[in-house]
Structure formats: C-alpha cells, structure tokens
T-cell receptor
Framework: NAGVTQTPKFRILKIGQSMTLQCTQD?????MYWYRQDPGMGLKLIYY???????DKGEVPNGYNVSRSTTEDFPLRLELAAPSQTSVYFC??????????????FGPGTRLTVL | KNQVEQSPQSLIILEGKNCTLQ??????????LRWYKQDTGRGPVSLTI?????NTKSNGRYTATLDADTKQSSLHITASQLSDSASYIC????????????FGTGTRLTVIP
C-alpha cells in the first residue's frame, strides 16, 4: 500500500490565485482530514470527512473548500490565496472507528507559500 | 480551555543517551493520548496510543507513560540513535468525532554523534 499520498510537494502562489491540493489514500479508510501546520504551532484541523459525500468543518475552515466524491480522494481547494495561508498542509486518514479509536495515517505534506 | 503543552521545546543529546519528553494537558473529558514522531519534511507517524486505564506503553526504545490523575504524559527514549532526531508530538483526544484532537506544539529532538 502507498498509504496517504499528497501532491504537489511544494507550491508557490501569488495572492488571489487558487489551487487544489490533492490527497489520495489506498487503505479504504472512512475518515479523511486536512490539517495545516504553522511554525511553532500544533496541527490545526481545516476540514474532515467521515465518508464519501460527507464533509464537515474543523477549527480553521475559512478560505478553504473540500469535496469527497470517492472513498479514496479528498482534495482541498484554496480560493483567493492569501499570505496567511502560507503553511504546510497535511492530509490524513483513519479507519471506520475514527480518530478516537483508530490510528491516523498522515501524508508527506504540501508546503505552500503565498506571496 | 483544552490545551496540550509540551516541554522542552527543543533538546540536544548525545547518541546513546536517554531522554524524557513531557506533555501536560488540560483536555477534558479524556479518551486517549498519542505520541507521534515527525521527521523533518514528513508527516507525523504514530508511536503509541494510551487509554485512560493504561499507564505505560512501549514501542521498541520508546516508552510512554500516562498519569490521568495529574494529566501528564512522558515519552522516554532509551539509547538514542541519530535517526531519533525528529519532532515528537503529543496529541490528546476527548471523545468520538474528528474535531476532538488537540495537538501539542512538539519537542524538537536532535541527537548528535
């Protein structure tokens, strides 16, 4: 299994541009998550999904959108990029029990810079 | 307020030495506590998971302890290796639901030869 894969690894955006961060998992996990990690800060949950067709907001959802049309894919969309969105983005997944009972598996991250 | 605090922020030790990382939390109600290892430029990887009733859990040279009464956890690394250089993140989970994970800011460990 490849686990959780993310693309791209790095990206530089100009203010106001948009982009989609891709995330795919091949473990047939129900739960998928998007986090951002800022320097010196703990991971913050942006959005999560408990299954295909179901998404919900996390702690810091403003400026982002997600969709979950399949079990495997959970893309994160940034509209009108702002410097405050400069961060490292991690996608994660966990099995049907959710994060309270099942281990979260993280992707390698996408480093995004907005200039 | 639900918080997870880790100490020290950073630590440098000699290869072969032991070290202990601390995690204090105010998260309530408590479900379980996890320690993750995050190598530079990579995503976090789970090391241990402990529930309320567990006070020790080992994974090779890593041993985590939990005192649910004082809301403290520690991660002890024995006979450190250069590959242990990483950030170690403490995560406390309240109950079911994906929005109930509280992440510490991590301890940056550097092992030098």
């Amino acid at each position: 299994n490849a686990g959780v894969t993310q693309t791209p690894k790095f990206r530089i955006l100009k203010i106001g541009q948009s982009m989609t961060l891709q995330c795919t998992q091949d473990m047939n996990h129900n739960y998928m998550y998007w986090y951002r990690q800022d320097p010196g800060m703990g991971l913050k949950l942006i959005y999560y999904s408990v299954g295909a067709g179901i998404t919900d907001k996390g702690e810091v959802p403003n400026g982002y959108n997600v969709s979950r049309s399949t079990t495997e894919d959970f893309p994160l969309r940034l509209e009108l990029a702002a410097p405050s969105q400069t961060s490292v983005y991690f996608c994660a997944s966990s099995d049907r029990g959710g994060p309270s009972t099942d281990t979260q598996y993280f992707g390698p991250g996408t480093r995004l810079t907005v200039l | 307020k639900n918080q997870v605090e880790q100490s020290p922020q950073s630590l440098i030790i000699l290869e072969g030495k032991n070290c202990t990382l601390q995690c204090n939390y105010t998260v309530s109600p408590f479900s379980n506590l996890r320690w993750y290892k995050q190598d530079t430029g990579r995503g976090p990887v789970s090391l241990t998971i402990m529930t309320f009733s567990e006070n020790t859990k080992s994974n090779g040279r890593y041993t985590a302890t939990l005192d649910a009464d004082t809301k403290q956890s520690s991660l002890h690394i024995t006979a450190s290796q250069l590959s242990d250089s990483a950030s170690y993140i403490c995560v406390v989970i309240t109950d079911s639901g994906a929005n109930n994970l509280f992440f510490g800011t991590g301890t940056r460990l550097t092992v030098i030869p």
